[in-house]
């Protein structure tokens, strides 16, 4: 389980218990993936909408960034700057009842049956179940809880007494670096990769379904269809 900052939120993760080794492990990209959106988008939008940045400006700049992320051209630092400025300096209670917001007024309306009866297979076939996604993690631990996954690497907002700096922490979690991540996490892991299965809507992700025993393209874009097609992967959709 995800250890709590003392407001709710979750923090990094700890590693999962199991006596046993042999657990195959279920991997997750989290956006246009488990849920059928962008909650690094979303969220833009959802601070424009309330108020919290100037909206056009704001809505302008997050079009921008997230068309560079689609062409593979995202500067991650630097869209993380963004992503995080409105949010610097506020208390743990008033980001706490934001993340609980968003989550009601653009995350819900994301839901895919698909996903959750895809996560369910993997957890009643006793699988471990990890989401890894470029998205901060104070967006994305809701959205987490919400589908029931504890464990989640993710690009790590910086805290201090509390409150967000408008920093990363670590390794951004975002093509080549959520195998650095995930390299790091398998050494506190009582398993390994054997097996193991991720599933990505993004050629971005390439770095990673390359590393794993079971890539599977899910609702891909134009660049990941025609790879998963050349290399022989699954590739399934969850929308309905």
Not at 48 to 57: C, L, P
Request: proline share 5%; glycine share 6%.
């Amino acid at each position: 389980m995800s250890a709590a900052n003392g407001t709710g939120m979750l923090r990094p993760q700890t590693l999962l218990a199991h006596e046993e080794v042999s657990v195959t492990l279920a991997i997750f990209d989290l956006d246009n993936t488990l849920i059928a959106g962008d909650s690094d988008h979303s969220f833009g939008e959802y601070l424009a909408d309330i108020g919290w940045v100037d909206a056009e400006q704001s809505r302008a700049t997050n079009n921008r960034f997230y068309e560079e992320y689609k062409a593979g051209t995202l500067n991650i630092l630097e869209y993380s700057a963004f992503a995080l400025k409105a949010l610097v300096g506020k208390s743990p209670e008033v980001l706490a009842q934001l993340q609980q917001d968003f989550l009601a007024n653009k995350i819900a309306s994301m839901e895919l049956p698909k996903a959750r009866a895809l996560v369910e297979k993997h957890r009643n076939q006793g699988d471990d179940l990890l989401i890894i996604t470029a998205t901060n993690r104070f967006v994305t631990t809701p959205i987490a809880k919400w589908l029931g996954i504890d464990d989640m690497l993710a690009t790590e907002p910086e805290w201090v007494d509390n409150k967000i700096t408008g920093k990363v922490v670590g390794t951004p979690c975002f093509q080549g670096g959520k195998v650095t991540r995930l390299n790091t996490w398998l050494t506190t892991y009582p398993g390994n990769l054997d097996g193991a299965f991720f599933y990505s809507d993004s050629f971005n992700d390439l770095p990673l379904l390359s590393k794993v025993d079971n890539p599977v393209a899910v609702d891909p874009d134009d660049t990941l269809r025609a790879h998963a097609e050349q290399a022989g992967w699954p590739i399934i959709s969850l929308r309905d």
